[in-house]
């Protein structure tokens, strides 16, 4: 049995040692959209892809700058290596959260050329706090604790196509990183 992963674009990648040459945005945008969020106990499917583009929806919206929302576009990038793990789990689970890490640094120096400093990972976190809290209000009928926040982006839930998400998280990549 082979120790890698064999990616949407062909490339062999092992996770537990990932290269950074080897970390892909066509990977990512294709994966991305595949993975549903809630672990699948959603109401209706909303996949990662949607999320990540609706959290860099929200940085630009909330001015936040592109470096910013490019991070927020990439802040689960490695789900797209790793998998998707709910939180109440991967809280227990370090060694999966240390490789995760790992794995988001490279992500962000190999498209943003650093890691985030403690500023833009708070930011950040706010940004993908707030949108979970209407993943679990809308799609988990979870009710919260804390009133609605506030967002800069009309949030639609609407399933579309994993090819048309992205497409659009190609779309948005390119348009951050000017390419």
Same mark, same amino acid.
């Given at each position: 049995?082979?120790?890698?992963?064999?990616?949407?674009?062909?490339?062999?990648?092992?996770?537990?040692?990932?290269?950074?040459?080897?970390?892909?945005?066509?990977?990512?945008?294709?994966?991305?959209?595949?993975?549903?969020?809630?672990?699948?106990?959603?109401?209706?499917?909303?996949?990662?892809?949607?999320?990540?583009?609706?959290?860099?929806?929200?940085?630009?919206?909330?001015?936040?700058?592109?470096?910013?929302?490019?991070?927020?576009?990439?802040?689960?990038?490695?789900?797209?290596?790793?998998?998707?793990?709910?939180?109440?789990?991967?809280?227990?689970?370090?060694?999966?959260?240390?490789?995760?890490?790992?794995?988001?640094?490279?992500?962000?120096? =190999?498209?943003?050329?650093?890691?985030?400093?403690?500023?833009?990972?708070?930011?950040?976190?706010?940004?993908?706090?707030?949108?979970?809290?209407?993943?679990?209000?809308?799609?988990?009928?979870?009710?919260?604790? =804390?009133?609605?926040?506030?967002?800069?982006?009309?949030?639609?839930?609407?399933?579309?196509?994993?090819?048309?998400?992205?497409?659009?998280?190609?779309?948005?990549?390119?348009?951050?990183?000017?390419?």
């Amino acid at each position: 049995m082979a120790s890698y992963i064999r990616t949407f674009t062909g490339m062999r990648f092992v996770p537990t040692e990932p290269e950074k040459e080897k970390i892909q945005i066509e990977d990512i945008a294709h994966a991305l959209p595949m993975l549903c969020r809630g672990n699948g106990h959603v109401k209706t499917f909303w996949s990662v892809g949607e999320h990540c583009i609706c959290c860099a929806k929200e940085a630009l919206a909330r001015g936040l700058g592109a470096r910013l929302a490019l991070a927020c576009l990439l802040h689960d990038a490695s789900e797209c290596y790793l998998s998707d793990i709910p939180r109440p789990f991967k809280e227990s689970l370090p060694a999966y959260q240390k490789l995760e890490d790992h794995m988001l640094d490279l992500v962000y120096e =190999r498209f943003l050329g650093s890691t985030l400093t403690e500023e833009e990972q708070e930011e950040l976190k706010k940004i993908d706090d707030d949108l979970l809290w209407y993943d679990l209000e809308l799609l988990l009928q979870e009710p919260q604790p =804390r009133p609605a926040p506030q967002l800069h982006i009309d949030l639609d839930y609407a399933v579309r196509p994993f090819g048309q998400v992205e497409e659009e998280y190609l779309t948005l990549f390119r348009k951050l990183t000017g390419n």
